[in-house]
């Protein structure tokens, strides 16, 4: 075995497993006859996550009228899809303590992602993806860069070190990743996907956002490797990466209906849902951080 794909296997293996219940309620929900009553019984099992969802439930991101106190009223209220997604949404993270967030690599990369999962889902409503399915979109696009958290927390001198080679250089983050480290963020993602058995769209945007070749096999990547580059065009966030693509492949524009410029024409001010989202992450994040050291 080589020493990175080693070094590799040793770090997907020294991230955190999924919660028991966010398994349990993934393989719930991936029947389209899953029964409520099943999805609220597993969610009462675990205490944790009860509390986490029922305050997200609550947040101002979803404006209800009125307070939510239990899960069976959360799932009548918002839906056996969207339960799902806040569960894959809290699992990962969870892994951010308050602290971690304050370096601003990773203030600039979560600003980023949720531009990404924003846009996504802006793109999925826009293709005719139904508004329960288009919240797959939003999470793929907020996870889609995860590998880069693994390997900043890891391994943060070297990463500090492909950041800061990326820049000089004005090369894509993964190229100067490989450099430095002999792996890149994509295949961290892909192997924690895998690891967390993720759904097939989560897997995709986190192992091929770099890879058009591969968008036409999914419609949630296909508007997560355009949301990436239209959140990068915009400047919303910053994901380490200084190159930004000025346009996008022709069987991409194709199947989303627009150049790089019509579909950012069709977004709006999209500021203001991006603010909800803010306050809707920061809203459960604790001050517990995990304290994973750094495989060998």
Same mark, same amino acid.
């Given at each position: ?48 996550? @009860? &509390? %986490?969802? /029922?305050? $997200?439930?609550?947040? !101002?991101?979803?404006? #209800? =009228? *009125? ?14 899809? @969207? &339960? %799902?997604? /806040?569960? $894959?949404?809290?699992? !990962?993270?969870?892994? #951010? =303590? *308050? ?98 058995q993720l759904p097939p769209g989560c897997q995709a945007s986190m192992g091929q956002h770099h890879n058009w070749k591969h968008c036409g096999d999914s419609a949630v990547l296909d508007c997560v490797f355009a949301a990436n580059i239209i959140a ?65």
């Open positions: 075995m080589g020493h990175s794909k080693k070094k590799l296997l040793n770090l997907v293996d020294g991230m955190p497993a999924f919660p028991p219940s966010v398994y349990h309620i993934l393989k719930l929900t991936a029947d389209i006859n899953c029964a409520p009553k099943a999805l609220v019984r597993v969610i009462d099992l675990d205490p944790v996550l @009860t &509390i %986490k969802l /029922l305050q $997200l439930v609550n947040s !101002p991101y979803f404006g #209800l =009228s *009125r307070q939510i106190g239990s899960i069976r009223q959360a799932v009548v209220f918002v839906g056996i899809n @969207t &339960i %799902k997604n /806040l569960a $894959l949404t809290i699992a !990962p993270m969870e892994m #951010l =303590s *308050r602290d971690t967030l304050n370096t601003p690599f990773l203030e600039g990369l979560l600003s980023h992602a949720i531009a990404v999962g924003v846009v996504a889902r802006h793109l999925a409503r826009r293709s005719g993806i139904s508004e329960v399915e288009s919240t797959d979109f939003f999470v793929a696009g907020l996870l889609h860069d995860f590998g880069k958290i693994a390997l900043h927390r890891f391994f943060p001198e070297k990463h500090a070190k492909a950041l800061a080679l990326a820049s000089k250089k004005q090369i894509p983050l993964h190229v100067a990743e490989q450099e430095i480290l002999n792996l890149d963020h994509a295949q961290v993602g892909a192997l924690l996907a895998d690891k967390w990068k065009t915009i400047g919303v966030g910053h994901s380490g990466n200084p190159v930004i693509d000025h346009h996008l492949p022709p069987e991409v524009e194709h199947r989303l209906g627009g150049n790089l410029s019509d579909l950012i024409g069709t977004l709006g001010d999209i500021s203001g849902e991006m603010h909800k989202v803010q306050l809707f992450i920061h809203s459960w994040q604790t001050d517990s951080p995990l304290n994973p050291t750094e495989p060998t």
